[in-house]
Structures are given as structure tokens and as C-alpha cells.
């Protein structure tokens, strides 16, 4: 037993409470909440206070992990709130109501926490709250604590009690009670600000986390006291290695075998709870995956201990996954690409805050992640967001650099994309302006980025409405391209796209679609049918045969561009759900009701052979297509070898 009182300092800033929860036993909770502890607790070089707290109590285990027989006497959480329960119930002097968060801090303060704490290593600063002293009254008085009862009496009490931990811990793992009860609704809606919720994949672990997720996130929106952040982690855990098919279909599900699918489910969960549109998990569960093995599958390990380095097969890899949005309270609906250019980015600024000689190295890397992050946030189409890094970027490389430089003018680039998408043409063009300029005094006319810069020109006054201007420059362009590519070039191919839609926006559409089919045969010959630059021409030549009304061909291209989505990318992907809307838009166009629409999985099962030639000879008739015994149009091969001679026939556009 501890000779000397815990005595801790308070933190400069408070930490944070983060509960472990499952709805089921056997999901591997308190192992992961063990490893994760760890880990907390050798950060900032092993000076991070950490507590565990064992709420479980009707199964109490978290003391297993870690285990000191001199320790078995400690009191624990039944014994603080017995504590608690008594100072509660005990007379007060006068009669005026007492504020209950007041009340709460006075008996806290009364009870104190210290006792009831024991430190469970000697290398870091990594402490346990037990479950409570398991002598034989231990089951008798666990009965007589009714948490129900503690609550309406101080509903304060919880919420401070969490509040007062986190003034001297930076974190605070809660291990809950598993299935529907009070004290796993304490634990889980009550105390923390982090809640990760552990699951197998099977209907029911799924079922019971994602219901609790709803009742916690409902609470705190409900409730005036408690309407705190409540971010939801969810963990998979003893995920089977061995078996990839069946990893998928439990990630992503399977219609056939009706398996939800936990990845689609919990975006759904997300969507629901926080009000938001969108939600993509993908990148998040290609990283947080809890595997079993054999060597933990059975007692208490603390793998992290055990592993010598981690290598990326190793449960220390997998936790430190998991770390990297938990720790710092990423969204798990960001991508790993995203935090980890975050973490570059925090760490060049406190650099930079700290002055001295390292500070002086820092801006030309912040420069570079900052406008790789306002990239990947202009493709994910969140502009204000990548606006704020391409102007920050661009300050620093302008500073440092000079207005010429080429990386100055990449941020220039990459900000001109940005204003364009957000429909400020005027400002896109003065910095496409400035590009071409540059590029062309510094590397001639010819040459690639200064064609590149062009083009990009080219784009935002063709959405200005100066389509004659922007055609004029789109060919010089496309010219040069020829002479120093060639016409198949991937380059030249590009431009020519691009061209195609500068038609298409000023009517052209006969012309457009010319040019976009000799894209398309050129792209599929060469990069394969089912490549994303082939399926985004397919998309592109289906748009122009929708301006067109040639609906029928437009759905053979976009059944295409679907299947290819759903083998390479998932039904989730937001590709797939973006050609899901566009095929089925075109078939009510066709008059095909919703509830008659074929299931995703009836799609035709090559891409490649796609029959954009015969929907060609189909949709001069106009008529309703004749369906196949499975709802799709029976091919021959005389027609599949029709389609492949049509698309590597070149069609040349008048310019």
C-alpha cells in the first residue's frame, strides 16, 4: 500500500474525460482501454497524468491489467459515491436551498478523491481508480447504491465529479458498464466528453452502440445543464485478418447476405446526430481496425508493454492508429491525410511561436502543408476552409519568396481553383492572369505549366460568359499540345476535355460530344475502361447526351460509370452515390418508376463493355428499352464488337 497520499498538481488547462463503452461483453473494451492508457501515458516523455477508472462494477477487471496484490484493500468508485451518498443525506443547517453544481463542488470537496486513487506504474504517471474493495459485502452494498437516486438528489454530481478529475488529469478513461443501465448511462452521457464506443461486428454489438450513441447525443441536445460536445469515436474490434471478403462485407455490407454494413451505419448514425449532410468514414476505418489475435484473445496482456517496437502488424500500430484522432479530438469523419497535415501544421506554428533558430526553417514547409491541406479541403468542396489555407500559404511564399517564384505561383494556382469554384471569377482571373504572365517571361509560351496556366484561364472565362475568348485560347493551347505531344497524349487528351465542355456551355452540344468521344475511345484504349480519367469521360459524354436528350445512352454510359464505382470504390463511396443519383434522375426521365428500378447488384458485370454503340441505334427510336430476364438489355457479340469499332472510330469536330 502507497505510504505517502497521492498529492497531484492542478493542470495549466483542464484534460477531458473519455469513456470506454460496449453493449456487449467480450468485444475487448478494458483491453483496449488498458493499451490506449498506456500509450496516453508515455506521451510528452512519459510525463502525462492518466486515470483509469473501473465503473464496471457488477464485472469489475480493469484491475487485472494491472495487478498489485497490495492494492486489493483500496477503496474505489463504490466506496466514493457511498461517500457521496451519505454527505448527501445528511441534515443541512438552516433551510435555504443550496445550488446544486454548488452542492456537488461542497461535497466532492468533503470526499476528496485522492484516497480512492493508486498509482500503477512507476515510469510514467499512470493511475487507477478500482472498481471498489471486493471483500464479501462488496455485492450487498453495490445492491444499495441506486444511481438513480444519487442523480435526482444532486444531478450536479456527476458532471463535477468529472470536472474536478480533469483539473488533475489530462486524461480520464472511463471503463463502463456494458448493455442498458444506469450507471452505463452515467458513464456514457453524464461524464465525458470523448465517448468510444467498442463493437464486434455482429447485428446486435452494432444495434446496441448505435442506440446508445442516439439516447447520449440526444440527452446532451436536450438537456439545458448538459448541452456539452459529446464526440463519438466508434472502435471495431477482433476483426478477423485472415479473411478480407468477409472484413468487407461486415465494414461495408452485403444486401445478398443482409449485412448493414457498420462503416454505412455509423456515417448514417453521424449524419443523424450531429445534423450533418455528409459524412465519409472511409479513411477512418481504413486505419482504426481492432484485430484479434491469438496471443490476447485470452487473459489480461497489455499488448503495447509487450510488443518490442510495433511493427505495422502489431496491436501497438493499431492503437497509435486509433491515437491520432482521438488524442487531439480529431473528427473521425476526417481523413487521415487531413489530421496528419493538421499535425505539421500545429506543430510549424509552435515552432514559429517559440522564436529562435529553428523558427527560421519553418516557413517554407508550413507554406507547402498549408496548401496541400486547402487542396484536399477544395476537393472535398469545403472553399471557405481552403481559401483560409491558400491565403495563408500564399502570404508566407510571397513574403519569403518573391510574387515569381514558382511555388508562389502554385499557391496562386491553387487559389485561383478555389475562387473559381466559389463563383469569384473576377479574382480567379487576376491571379490566372498573373500566372500566365510569370510563366510565360520566365519559361516561354511553350512550355508545359505555362500551357497549363492557360487553360486554367481558359476555364474561368469560359464561366464568365467569354466563351468565344476562352475558345480562342483553349485551341492555341490544344495546337501546341499536338505539336509537342501528339494527339493521344494524356496532356492533350485533358485539353481536349476541357475544350469539350467550353462547347457544351456555349450550345455547341453536336461539336461537344464529338470531341468527347474521341476522348473517351482515346482513354479507354490507353488507360483502360474502368480508369478514373475514362469513367469521368464517360460522365462528361453522358451529360452532353442528357443536354442532347438521348436518354438512353446517357443511362448505358452511367450504368458503366456506376458498376465501376461499386467493384472499385463501394456503394458509399460519395463517386458511387453521385452516379447513383445521376443514373436513376436519368431513368425516371425514361418513365421508369422508383419502386421498378433494378437493385445495384443487377447491374451488368463488365464495365468494359459498356453499350454506349447500340444505345446510340436505340435512342433515334426513342422508345422504352426491352429488358432482360434480369432487367437489363441483352447484348450480342456483334453488337459489343459494333461498340468498340464506334469508339475507336475518330470523329473529327469542326473547330
Not at 146 to 158: G, K, Q, S, V
Not at 321 to 345: N, V
Request: proline share 4%; hydrophobic share 40%; glycine share 6%.
Amino acid at each position: 500500500m502507497e505510504l505517502n497520499p497521492l498529492t497531484l498538481p492542478p493542470l495549466s488547462t483542464s484534460g477531458e474525460v473519455i469513456t470506454f463503452y460496449s453493449y456487449k461483453g467480450g468485444t475487448g473494451r478494458t483491453m483496449a482501454l488498458s493499451n490506449i492508457a498506456v500509450l496516453l501515458a508515455r506521451q510528452q516523455n512519459a510525463t502525462t497524468p492518466v486515470l483509469m477508472i473501473d465503473w464496471d462494477l457488477e464485472a469489475p477487471g480493469l484491475h487485472h491489467y494491472f495487478p498489485d496484490q497490495h492494492q486489493e484493500a483500496k477503496p474505489g468508485v463504490l466506496e466514493l459515491f457511498e461517500a457521496c451518498r451519505e454527505r448527501l443525506q445528511r441534515p443541512r443547517s438552516g433551510g435555504a436551498a443550496v445550488d446544486d453544481e454548488a452542492l456537488a463542488h461542497e461535497v466532492l470537496e468533503a470526499v476528496g478523491w485522492e484516497q480512492y486513487v493508486s498509482r500503477v506504474d512507476q515510469s510514467s504517471q499512470l493511475y487507477l481508480m478500482r472498481a471498489g474493495r471486493c471483500d464479501d459485502s462488496y455485492g450487498e452494498r453495490l445492491a444499495a447504491l441506486r444511481w438513480e437516486d444519487l442523480f435526482y438528489t444532486c444531478p450536479a454530481l456527476f458532471r463535477c465529479f468529472a470536472d474536478r478529475l480533469s483539473r488533475h488529469f489530462r486524461y480520464v478513461l472511463v471503463d463502463s458498464r456494458t448493455g442498458r443501465s444506469d450507471s452505463a448511462g452515467i458513464c456514457t452521457t453524464l461524464l465525458p466528453r470523448k465517448l468510444v464506443v467498442v463493437f464486434t461486428p455482429n447485428r446486435q454489438s452494432l444495434e446496441g452502440v448505435q442506440a446508445l450513441v442516439t439516447r447520449a447525443t440526444t440527452y446532451r441536445r436536450s438537456h439545458e445543464d448538459e448541452q456539452r460536445p459529446l464526440l463519438v469515436y466508434p472502435l471495431p474490434s477482433r476483426i478477423e485478418m485472415g479473411d478480407s471478403i468477409q472484413r468487407s462485407h461486415w465494414r461495408r455490407g452485403d444486401e445478398r447476405q443482409h449485412i448493414l454494413g457498420y462503416q454505412p451505419s455509423f456515417e448514417e448514425l453521424i449524419r443523424d446526430c450531429y445534423g450533418m449532410q455528409k459524412v465519409s468514414l472511409e479513411s477512418y476505418f481504413d486505419e482504426v481496425q481492432l484485430q484479434q489475435t491469438r496471443t490476447f484473445a485470452y487473459g489480461e496482456q497489455v499488448a503495447v508493454r509487450l510488443d518490442q517496437g510495433g511493427d505495422r502488424f502489431s496491436l501497438t500500430r493499431t492503437f497509435e492508429a486509433f491515437l491520432a484522432w482521438l488524442a487531439p479530438g480529431y473528427f473521425p469523419w476526417q481523413s487521415h491525410r487531413e489530421i496528419h497535415l493538421l499535425t505539421s501544421i500545429n506543430e510549424a506554428r509552435r515552432l514559429v511561436s517559440e522564436g529562435g533558430g529553428a523558427a527560421r526553417a519553418v516557413p517554407q514547409p508550413l507554406a507547402r502543408d498549408l496548401n496541400q491541406l486547402g487542396d484536399l479541403y477544395r476537393r472535398e468542396g469545403k472553399l471557405r476552409q481552403a481559401l483560409a489555407c491558400f491565403e495563408e500559404s500564399l502570404a508566407l511564399r510571397q513574403r519569403s519568396l518573391g510574387e515569381d517564384h514558382p511555388d508562389t505561383l502554385a499557391s496562386k494556382t491553387s487559389m485561383a481553383a478555389a475562387l473559381r469554384q466559389q463563383g469569384k471569377l473576377e479574382e480567379a482571373q487576376f491571379l490566372e492572369e498573373c500566372v500566365v504572365d510569370a510563366r510565360e517571361r520566365q519559361l516561354g509560351s511553350e512550355h508545359f505549366d505555362t500551357l497549363a496556366a492557360r487553360s486554367n484561364l481558359a476555364v474561368t472565362m469560359g464561366q464568365q460568359g467569354r466563351l468565344a475568348e476562352a475558345l480562342a485560347v483553349q485551341d492555341a493551347v490544344i495546337d501546341t499540345y499536338m505539336k509537342l505531344l501528339g494527339a493521344d497524349h494524356l496532356v492533350t487528351l485533358s485539353a481536349k476535355a476541357a475544350r469539350a465542355e467550353l462547347l457544351l456551355q456555349r450550345g455547341d452540344a453536336e461539336h461537344a460530344r464529338s470531341v468527347q468521344e474521341q476522348v473517351l475511345a482515346a482513354r479507354k484504349r490507353l488507360l483502360g475502361a474502368e480508369h478514373a480519367d475514362t469513367l469521368r469521360s464517360k460522365a462528361a459524354l453522358a451529360r452532353t447526351l442528357l443536354h442532347m436528350e438521348e436518354l438512353e445512352a446517357a443511362r448505358s454510359l452511367l450504368e458503366a460509370v456506376l458498376h465501376a464505382h461499386l467493384r472499385r470504390l463501394g456503394p458509399d463511396h460519395p463517386e458511387t452515390r453521385r452516379a447513383r443519383e445521376q443514373l436513376l434522375d436519368v431513368q425516371l426521365q425514361l418513365g421508369v418508376p422508383a419502386g421498378e428500378l433494378p437493385p445495384m447488384h443487377e447491374l451488368h458485370q463488365n464495365a468494359s463493355m459498356d453499350d454506349y454503340g447500340d444505345a446510340l441505334v436505340r435512342s433515334a427510336g426513342r422508345g422504352r428499352p426491352q429488358n432482360s430476364a434480369n432487367g437489363l438489355w441483352s447484348r450480342s457479340a456483334d453488337e459489343l464488337l459494333a461498340l468498340e469499332l464506334h469508339l475507336a472510330t475518330p470523329h473529327t469536330p469542326s473547330r
